[in-house]
């Protein structure tokens, strides 16, 4: 069996499938621990993980209460910087490694196993051909000076810079897992030749859930703070008048304030295993974490990307069919009329059960599983 070490973040939906693929690989019978912040404990011993706390890298701060683009430096440094190369250095000293799992986005821990000479894998939690390809691909690209000086720090080399710097960094993993269907992706010009298509993971099966009694759709935002709340609140009045029942969940984001209609029900948090298999339309940021949930589950989508890589998600959504893209400043009209077109519009649903076949075929972590053995 395997001895693998996954370094994560808690940067909200990447620690999904970080979570579900530390699960998939315990339950293959192989040992796993978990390097991360303190926060994410029990969430990774519960996936079946050790689990071992950051001891030089600390946190700028809470995603949940504060804003991530209102702290970018902050977060690049740790993300990028030597205290977490530092840790993850120790950490492979420290106990015998075969693989490292690493959070595509914690260029540190990427660039410490490269270091230690031990295989890595990257696991990225967003779409990879925007990431590689495009002006999205670019905007890590001014955080290169923090990235090649932990580079330094460590004694490596610097990166091409004929590539924008996540395709530059991910090329020297020896595995790349995009942890989307290759048919929502869409073609990559020039893909590399470690990255492998392994589906969404997630952390827990979805339930069997009751025949629903009429019509629910569940509305999620960001499980960090985007400041959310007047979407948030334009949606719940939206859907006031809608032939359905709303739930609303916060994703654990304290959201001052909200009135909801009579018709729906807001919830600090709610395991959407449990909500999207009776859920007849999903109302969301297009956070790729919710998008993933909802198709797996054959739930056609509502989008109001807020920012990040949420745009190109909901952008997706709208080419395949799978949903509608919005803007997050649209109209109370103009979201009623979205939902109810999504809710009516055989189409959607049509499609969404196309893409859960797809994403079904992907085995829920057995084909990360299975690319990260291949390694061994």
């Not at 690209?141 to 090649?148: A, G, K």
């Not at 810079?161 to 929502?184: K, T, Y």
């Not at 759709?217 to 609140?233: A, D, E, I």
């Not at 709303?246 to 209609?261: D, F, M, Q, S």
Request: proline share 8%; net charge negative; aromatic share 6%.
């Amino acid at each position: 069996m395997g001895r693998f070490l996954v370094v994560v973040w808690a940067a909200g939906g990447n620690v999904v499938p970080a979570a579900g693929l530390s699960r998939a690989l315990a339950a293959r019978g192989h040992e796993v621990r978990v390097l991360g912040p303190p926060v994410l404990a029990r969430r990774f011993e519960a996936a079946g993980g050790t689990f071992r706390p950051f001891e030089r890298a600390r946190e700028p701060g809470s995603m949940e209460v504060e804003v991530f683009d209102d702290n970018l430096l902050g977060w690049t440094r740790y993300v990028s910087g030597s205290r977490l190369a530092d840790d993850v250095t120790a950490e492979l000293g420290r106990s015998a490694t075969d693989v490292v799992i690493v959070d595509a986005f914690l260029s540190a821990g990427l660039a410490a196993a490269e270091r230690a000479g031990v295989p890595s894998a990257a696991l990225v939690h967003v779409r990879y051909r925007p990431s590689v390809e495009g002006p999205l691909a670019t905007q890590w690209d001014p955080t290169r000076p923090f990235v090649e000086a932990t580079r330094r720090h460590l004694g490596l080399a610097p990166l091409d810079e004929d590539r924008p710097l996540m395709a530059s960094l991910w090329r020297r993993s020896a595995l790349v897992l995009v942890c989307v269907p290759e048919q929502f992706d869409g073609p990559v010009a020039d893909p590399s030749a470690n990255a492998r298509y392994v589906g969404p993971i997630f952390e827990d099966l979805p339930r069997e859930a009751p025949a629903p009694d009429g019509r629910l759709v569940l509305v999620s935002f960001s499980s960090t703070n985007m400041r959310q709340g007047p979407t948030l609140q334009r949606v719940l009045e939206a859907l006031g008048t809608v032939d359905a029942e709303v739930l609303c969940t916060l994703g654990g984001v304290p959201v001052e304030g909200l009135r909801p209609p009579a018709n729906a029900v807001i919830r600090d948090w709610v395991p959407h295993n449990e909500v999207l298999p009776r859920a007849s339309a999903v109302v969301t940021h297009a956070g790729l974490s919710t998008v993933m949930g909802a198709l797996a589950n054959g739930v056609p989508l509502v989008c109001l990307p807020m920012g990040r890589d949420q745009p190109e998600n909901a952008a997706r959504v709208a080419e395949l069919g799978v949903g509608l893209d919005l803007s997050c400043d649209s109209s109370v009209e103009a979201i009623r009329a979205a939902t109810c077109d999504v809710l009516d519009g055989p189409g959607y649903r049509r499609e969404a059960q196309r893409m859960k076949d797809v994403i079904a075929g992907y085995g829920n972590g057995n084909t990360a599983v299975t690319e990260l053995e291949a390694l061994l």
